[in-house]
């Protein structure tokens, strides 16, 4: 298990702008990845309801659970490693593994044994060094629907927010609303 505080910045796309900052910095398609978000909630959507989201993802041949929490600064982000059969009995059974996440959930005063499996979101990203941070192309579909996303990490929050806007200026890209993936995914999943 590891924790770690993510700071990052978020701005959606059009697939010019996409298309823009993709030919800018060179980036060829054996520079992207393709990863797996798979997402888990209650029927009554507990975690979300405590501003916090739980996914298993898929990187190549790795498989780690991720539970968000807010934090002061960031999000507070704890990861499990899993097998690829804990992952596939998760997505098929809704059964998750057990250890240090299952306790900082119940921590929360959320049945682990109510989580189940909502669906997957696919990112295509690219990612690369930008100003003492990484800058993250994303394409990710999920639902029928498509979406382009940039998103900026980096350790220091006031440097982070100046620099990436910064960059959207230089792109002449509008800072817009941007909710995060798992927002995105439910927003989608029940739409109308």
Do not use: C
């Amino acid at each position: 298990m590891s924790q770690n505080i993510e700071i990052e910045f978020k701005n959606m796309l059009t697939l010019d702008e996409y298309s823009r900052i993709k030919s800018t910095f060179l980036l060829k398609e054996e520079q992207f990845f393709i990863q797996e978000n798979h997402y888990f909630d209650t029927p009554a959507f507990s975690l979300k309801d405590k501003e916090s989201a739980l996914r298993i993802r898929k990187k190549g041949n790795r498989f780690e659970m991720t539970l968000k929490q807010p934090a002061s600064i960031g999000l507070l982000e704890t990861n499990q490693e899993v097998t690829e059969r804990e992952a596939n009995d998760a997505i098929a059974s809704g059964k998750l593994p057990a250890g240090e996440i299952s306790s900082l959930i119940e921590a929360l005063e959320i049945s682990y044994s109510e989580l189940e499996y909502f669906g997957t979101l696919t990112t295509k990203r690219a990612e690369f060094p930008y100003e003492n941070g990484l800058m993250v192309l994303d394409y990710s579909t999920y639902f029928h629907k498509e979406d382009y996303e940039l998103e900026y990490e980096v350790n220091d929050y006031e440097t982070g927010k100046n620099t990436f806007a910064i960059f959207l200026k230089k792109f002449d890209i509008p800072e817009r609303k941007t909710e995060n993936k798992i927002r995105r995914f439910f927003g989608q999943k029940y739409k109308g």
